[in-house]
Structure formats: structure tokens, C-alpha cells
């Protein structure tokens, strides 16, 4: 039994496996650790109620995923350290009580508090107008709405697998449909996958163009990190090439741009577009650090795949949200038809798909905080890092 | 026992029986069929959790309808021939997961696949405004969204009956209210009615004023068809005294309102409004027969329940929905303000109620189609067709 | 054991108890009733699919509170009158089938049944354009929907207690957060509390501001109540210093404020804005009567935290609701920012919190009537009442 799969979640069977455990009890070894489980369980109790979650424990790094929200990644824990952030919205939130046009459009902030979760597949960036065929076929403008649907729409599909090749494999996939007649029929097939007794885990998606039709797509993953990560002197390393600030109130910290302050009552989020160096074969990382530079996570991904990458710095007060947001995607968060404009919102053929990659390691040591810091070094090397002191037309719209 | 019924919900009492099912094993025999059975069941996984689905099965032909959506009927089979049609949209969506005001008010079309919903009850047709008075007596704008509310919104009470008169008959019946205060009060009573070893069905609805002031009411059958009764050269059938053309779009295809064409990338929606003749007591039928016409389902209905039958071709794709509607309605399915203005809107006293009955029958045969033809063409007889081939201001707004 | 609690529902802790029910033959004693009980049901069907139902029964009066709609209290008995009324929505709304955005902001009544619910917490009032920051720190437009969101969000936790002491005590608490990153962070924390055996139970709210930063909050509560207290020739009473139409509607019947009409089909709304007397500690109370004066609903409250009352005639035929609300609260319920102008839109600091105690009591003999309208009569004594015939400045936005 090299490998051995689970179908936890199939509404084409109408089959729902609850509740679901499988560990080494259940008679398979894995070389890389002896305590390693995944889980599923249902959430009860206020907006929670009927929140699906899938834990994945590779004996070392645990995280949860909400099959119920689009695959997101709530929390999770590795060498005792927490993942995720404290959001003001405590717990995972069904999207049934999701209203993502509320308050202008934000409605989505009504859920969000999980450590990694994806913003698309339509559109994703802030709430604005963009224009799009009518069922009669006539243009017809729409209000888009904050970072789309995709994290409010529960996956229809859920498999777990174990594999015992080399020091074992845990994965976890899930397969949520975003479409409508006369609208977008965008899948996002979705592996968690980690090896056991690892400080890693990565994220395989794959986005696929449904439709009988060429269809745009946008894809961000939004990796928000909390304590004990980002505390005051924390610091983003990046290989940068280039960096501006999103608006004049980044503008005003251009200089402290990889630095984080402490949380701060009324804060007002700062945000950073960055052009990243990378690898010949396109690889990069970018990595959080504490002040005292012992703790850390990075971000490895491929710039072929996800060419843009944001910063978003929301150091408010604890009670709001002490957060950043590390979010390498396909393009930046500005408004869909801005982004359209700038050639950055990719095309996908009738029954086409797009594929990403994107590796999160958990660095709870001093040295291997140090070895990050090196190969960002190395990939940064042959490239200055441009700083942009005002925000810049191809990033950012400066007319409004 | 000539009729038992069960009650399956009733939310007055708070009660739910599931899952449910009734067959011959549990006692009774009907004359029409040995194989009949009713079922209840539960969908899980995704958008579709929660949602109720009761199939009747009478020996013969099956159909599963959804309490969970406003008595719809999702898809059924007769003969081995598949009904109802493959929309972007998989499986049934709980109206939880719906917002019908997404995308400029077509979020509707997130929850449509059935292979017959019902559009209104308070309106039907697109996305538009209308003036409606609020709570303080006011006038005031409000956006309706396309088709109305009552495809999403679950039944309080669903009851099944079996009656062993005749060849034997099997029904379930549920009531769906759409009600506010300060606003539409409006109850659906459906019945679907098949009788054992039969190719048809019958939809018995009454629609109530629960209200204690007249109230306007819309109600349009959405009967969506796909293969094997659409496909290339499949032709529409209809007793037609006039059809006029909804826009240019339609109008580019007149002479072909009654052909289908092949699935087709792009295809934009082509829509024919119709002005049936019937029977002197007000019954008419239209069929949709396949290309060599040995496949077939017809609709019929009374002109006087249901004056207004619309066509709508949308032949795109097959990934897109590959799909045509046959639609007996009491009103054109425009915006409410230009029925309204066209007298089509009609009106409910106080407590007052409209029934409308609608049978749907399939064909296997090439036998079984011919007669169908025949039929209709004895009521086409004394009504030679008028064929528009521009939009007609009485069945189109023509300024916008 | 002089007290005793359950935790019925901890999301926290993913813990949900159901069903449960606790009553003397658990074991405990209470002096003053030994029918005493506190349940907890699931309600089935429909919209009401998924409604959590806490009752608490003295012994003499039962309430039936909703978690999952923010607490409200659905409907109650006592000394066999019914309290609540009748509205067009039969039954309890799970949130997750409203869309407070509806119908121009309206949604909200497609919920609204409760015998109390309350309006908040950011905002309640009619449907109209709020400006607030925005993610960015901009400030943006934003539609308000009607009464707000509280009575829309399910509580995270869910605690029964029973306490010996005196004649003994039952309570149900519940802790309801309206938060989202960037916007409300708003948590109310609400008691329902009643003696064995007696004619009252008591409300007592705490809304706390989870932020780091001062928040403004708005609280009304919205008692209803119908027959047998409404009917016609049915009075409210009460110790009045100012009362004033809130517009030309009620301007017409200001010379009957406090008395009640037949249903009336067509009835536009008639809603008065009062400025009450209150002991120098604050306290106050309202009673409505019915016609001859033998039963009778009274509230009592403190003008220190809930200065404002309204009273809502809604006297519409019986199909459309029947009913009156008693509405003490903070602020009037017009538009956020005609309220913010007048100063009554109570800002808390972060982590500060406001408490509101607000009692029901039925009078079901003419003796407890008159006691009740002896005890106005002393509060009013010094306080001749004012009669505005017109809407004030002060009170209503008079320029539209």
C-alpha cells in the first residue's frame, strides 16, 4: 500500500463521511513520524454552525482547512508555534451568513480570519464597478465585490490520502466550483499535502476554465500571519527588485516598508506592491521574521506562476486585528478593470487550466531563520532592490 | 384505503420525517405499476447541503422535486430518456448559498439547473427597478431581481398521497410561502400528480393572497430541456397565432424561431414570445420533438390560466448549458413595470387565489410524437400563424 | 446548590447541547413553581430550518428566546394570554434565508415575528446612506439596512442557569458578536431572567465594544405586541412629558396617540416619538391595555439607559399584522446620521460597555391594570404632558 485515499466529501454521491479519523492506529507506519492524523469534524454554535474542518497533523505541523470556505487554511501549529492571526471575527464563518455586498461591498471581512485563503477566481481586489455580458448578452455594469467568491463557497469534493513512499505523505483535496449560467465557471482543484514529522506544507492548485468559452481569471492567496511572527521589529525579507507604495498613507512609510511597528489603535493599513527577483527557473521566497529573528515563516512559489506580490500591513491595535498579509498571486489587488488594463488578469481557453504552487515553512529556530535569510540573499544578489517612493502608474491607479 | 398521505414536513409542528420512502413492499398495490415508489432524501456536500429532495417514481417515469426550492422539480426520467438539462450549475443549491441581488441582480442564475422551477411570485423576468411602497407608505424604488424569490425559498410543508383508484396515483404536495411584512404575501400550494406506469405528470399550483389588500402576483414555468429532446434541428411545435421576436438578437433568427441549431461557443440567448391558440375551452400544448422526431416532451396547459408562453433558445455550449425553455406563464417574462403597463399583471383580492394546472408528458416513440403534432396541428388548423419578424411594443419595450 | 448552569452552545469549544431540557424532576427544588422547566428544541422546515428555541417556562409565564436571532424572544404565555402577535412571516427566519439588503434595505421584515427583538447594534433605524471608513481609511458610502444586523446574527454561546434562591430563579444567557474587520466589532451580551411562579421576567443586555478603538453603538428594542392586549379601544399608557408625530401620517391621528384602532386593511403605519417622565432614579414604565382594562402588558425600563420611546401603530388588517411595538430605547429609529446629529448615538471607549435592563410584566386581572396605571399616574403627576401636533426638529428629519 504505497498510497490509500478516502472520499470524505462527494456531492455527486451525495456521500459525507462525519466523523472522519484516520492515524497510525489504523494500521499504516509512516517513516517521518508515528503521531500523525487528519481529522474531520463539523463546527456547531452561532456562524460557525456546519463549518466543515479537515485537520491534517503530520506529527510536527498541523493545520486545519475549511472545505466549507473555499479550501482555506484556518490555523494551524508547528514546533508548538500557533499559525494564523487573531482576526475580530473569532471563528470560521459559514458563508450562509456571508453577505459579501454588504457595507459597499466588504461583506467579506464579516469572514475573514483564516491564516491562508484564497481571493478570486473571478476577480479578485476591492469593491468596484466593472462590466460584464448580461444573460441577453449586453454589457452590463456590476458591482464587484471584495476579493470575490471563492472563499465562500464550500467545496463539493474532499478526498484524503496517506501515501508511505519515502517518509510519508499527508494530503488533503478539494475541488469548489465558482459558476452560474451566463457567468463564471471557474473550478479550483485544491492538495494540501505534507510530509510527515515536517515544518512544511504545500498548497497545489489548479484553476480550471470550465466554460465553452475563453474565461478570465484572478488568483491571490492571502497568508496573514499574527504573533508570534510579526510583533513590533518584525521583518519582511523579500529578494526585491522593485517596490512602491499602494497610496499616498504607504507612501508615508516607504522608508520602514520591511519593518513592523506595534500594534497601534486606528492604525490605517499600509500596503506595498512588490516586483520580486527569483531564480532563473523562476522560484523565489519571501520570509517573516521576529524581531529577534528565531521565529519565522516563508513563502516559496514560482514568479512564473504568480508574478505579483503584495504586502499588506494592518498593524491596529490586538482587539482589531494585529496582522500582515504576505500574498503572492497572478496579480495585483487593485480593481479588475485596473488590473485588465496593466495586461494582468490571465486568460484561460475553453476546458484550459492554470496551476500553482506555493510551499509555507515554518522556521522555529534562530539557524534556520538565518538559512532562509541566506537564499533570499543569493536570489537578491544580482538584483538592487528598486524603492519607489510614490506610488507608480503601472501599480497602482493614481487618478482616484 | 382508496388515498394515505404522510406528512413529511410540517414546520407548524416542527416536523420532519427522514429519510421517508413508501413502495408496494409496505402494502398497497396499485393497478398502473409494481416498481413505483416515493423517496425522500437529504443532498450533503457542498452548495447542495441541506437540500430535501422527494422523488416519485411511478414504474414508469421518475421525477425528483425540491421542497428545498420552491417545489422545482430538478430532473427525472421516462422511457430511459433522461430529463431535464446539464447546467454550469451541477446540483441543487440551497438558497442559503444564493444571493439573488450578485451581479447586478442575476444571482439567481447561481441556483438554476432544474428541468422546471417556477418564476415569481411577486415578479418574474429581469433585473429592473420598480416603485414599491415601504413600511411608512412611501413610494420608493427598489431593485427587483431577475425571476423573483419563490425558486428559493423552501417549503414549510410537504405532504406525499398515495391513492389506489384507477390505475393508482401518486402525489406530493408542499407550500411555499413568499412573505413579508410591508410586503408580498404570497403562497404557493403545488401539487405534482403522476399516475402509476404513466409517461406524465401533472403540476397543480394555486397561488394565494394571504394578504388583507389586493396584491399583484407573477408566475412563469420554467421547463428547461436538453438532450435528447434538443439537439441540432430539433424543432419547437406550437398551435403559434403570432410570435414575435424579444429584441434584434431574436429577430436575426425569425425565420427559424421553430429550429434548433448545434451547440454553438458564444451563442447568445435567442427569446420568442408567443401567442398560442387553443381549444374553444382554452386548452392548448406545445411539444419540443428531437430531429427525427421519435423523441418528444410536450406541455400542456389553459390559455386562461396561463395566456403567455415564451421560448427561449439558448443553444450555446454544451459546457455553458446547451438548453431551451418552454414557458407558460401568466404574463411576458419583461420587467413587471412593462407587464404592468401592458395589463399582464394580474391581481389577487384578499384572500384570494388563481390556479393553474400543467401537464408534462414525454414521447419515446415515433408514434407517440406524431400524435402529439397532430394534435397541435387540429388547433392550429383555424389560425393561420403570424410570424413578426421585428420586435411588437405590446410583447417588447421597445426604447431600451 | 443555590445555582446551577448548563453551557447549552460554546462554539469555542464546538459544543452544542441538544436537545436538552432541565425541569424538577432533575432534581431541584424551586419555591416558587413546580412545573418549572428550560428547553432547548431544533426547529425543522422551511425557513425555520435550523432555529435554535430556548424556552424558559416559571411555571406561570413561557418564553421562547432565539439564539440563533440574536436572542430575541419569539413569543411567550402567561396566565394563559398569549404574548406576541401575529405577523405575515409565521414563523422563526433562520438568518442564512434573509437578505437584509432586500427590497431596498427592507429584508429585515422578511424575518420579523418576534414578540421582542432588538435593533442594532452599529446602526438601526430605517434603510439610508451611512458614511464610514472604508479598509483603505477612506470614508465611503454605505447603505444601512433596516434595524441593523443584531437580530440577524446566531449567538456563539449559549448558557441555562437555575438558582434556588428565593423563590428561585431561571435565566438563559447569550453572547452574540456583530463584528468584521474594518467595521462593527460589537458584542451584546443579553440575560432573559424570571422568577418561578411570577408575572414578569427581565432583560438585561451589556453591549460591550470588542475594539481598540471607540465605536458608536445604537440599541432599541422592539417589543410587539397583538391581541388579546391590542384591540380596539386599546390604550397605551403612559407617563408622557413630550410626545410628537414623526410625520405628517401620524400628525393626522396625534389627537389619538394613545389609543388603538380596529385591523384596518390599507393602514399606513403611525409612529410617535416620546420623551417620558421617570422617579428621579430614572425608572419609568409603559403599559399597554386592552379595551375594558382587565389585561395588560407593561415595561419598565431606566431613562438613564434608554432615554428614548417610540411607539409603532401598526394596525393593518390581521392578515398583514396586527400589532404594536413598544420601542424604548437608545436613540429614535430614524437615519444613523440624523441621530448622530442630534447627539443620540452613544459612543463607547474600546472595551467599554453599556447595560440596559429592560422588565415585561402581564397583567392579566383589572386590578393589576389599575396598579400598573396608578403607578404611571404618580411618575406623570409633575410632568403635565406636552402634545406636539407636528413633527419637531428635534425628533424627526423634517426636510424629507
Known amino acids: 500500500m504505497p498510497s490509500q485515499s478516502w472520499v470524505l466529501t462527494d456531492a455527486a454521491q451525495n456521500l459525507h463521511l462525519e466523523p472522519f479519523a484516520i492515524s497510525e492506529k489504523d494500521g499504516t507506519r509512516l517513516e517521518g513520524a508515528t503521531n500523525w492524523a487528519i481529522r474531520r469534524t463539523t463546527l456547531r454554535g452561532g456562524v460557525s454552525t456546519g463549518v466543515d474542518v479537515v485537520e491534517i497533523d503530520n506529527g510536527r505541523l498541523k493545520v486545519s482547512i475549511l472545505p466549507t470556505r473555499g479550501m482555506g487554511l484556518w490555523r494551524g501549529e508547528c514546533d508548538g508555534l500557533p499559525l494564523g492571526w487573531q482576526s475580530p471575527v473569532a471563528r470560521p464563518v459559514n458563508p450562509a451568513f456571508v453577505n459579501v455586498m454588504d457595507r459597499g461591498g466588504l461583506g467579506w471581512l464579516a469572514g475573514f480570519n483564516e491564516w491562508l485563503c484564497r481571493c478570486g477566481l473571478d476577480s479578485n481586489g476591492p469593491p468596484g464597478e466593472d462590466v460584464v455580458p448580461n444573460n441577453e448578452g449586453h454589457p452590463t455594469r456590476t458591482e464587484l465585490t471584495l476579493h470575490g467568491r471563492i472563499a465562500n463557497i464550500p467545496a463539493h469534493y474532499v478526498e484524503a490520502a496517506v501515501s508511505t513512499e519515502g517518509r510519508g505523505t499527508l494530503s488533503v483535496t478539494g475541488i469548489v466550483d465558482e459558476c452560474m449560467l451566463f457567468g463564471p465557471g471557474l473550478r479550483l482543484k485544491s492538495t494540501v499535502r505534507t510530509d510527515a514529522g515536517s515544518n512544511r506544507l504545500t498548497i497545489i492548485d489548479e484553476v480550471i476554465n470550465l466554460r465553452g468559452v475563453a474565461s478570465e481569471f484572478e488568483l491571490l492567496y492571502h497568508a496573514n500571519m499574527g504573533r508570534p511572527f510579526l510583533e513590533p521589529e518584525a521583518q519582511i525579507v523579500a529578494p526585491v527588485m522593485e517596490v512602491a507604495p499602494r ?20 492604525y490605517v493599513e499600509q500596503v506595498f506592491w512588490m516586483n520580486l527577483a527569483a531564480a532563473p527557473d523562476g522560484r523565489t521566497l519571501v520570509l517573516l521574521r521576529n524581531a529577534h529573528g528565531d521565529k519565522g515563516v516563508s513563502l516559496r512559489f514560482n514568479k512564473r506562476e504568480l508574478p505579483c506580490f503584495t504586502v499588506w500591513k494592518n498593524t491596529q491595535a490586538e482587539a482589531d486585528g494585529y496582522v500582515t498579509g504576505l500574498e503572492p498571486a497572478t496579480n495585483y489587488p487593485n480593481s479588475k478593470t485596473f488590473e485588465r488594463k496593466q495586461g494582468r488578469v490571465p486568460v484561460l481557453p475553453p476546458g484550459g487550466s492554470y496551476k500553482t504552487s506555493l510551499e509555507l515553512s515554518v522556521h522555529a529556530t534562530a539557524r534556520d531563520v538565518t538559512a532562509a535569510e541566506q537564499e533570499i540573499a543569493a536570489i537578491q544578489k544580482l538584483h538592487p532592490p528598486q524603492v519607489h517612493t510614490q506610488p507608480q502608474a503601472r501599480y497602482s491607479r493614481l487618478d482616484g
Open 247 to 266: 497610496d499616498g498613507r504607504a507612501a508615508e512609510s516607504i522608508g520602514q516598508y520591511n519593518v513592523y511597528g506595534p500594534p497601534t489603535a486606528g
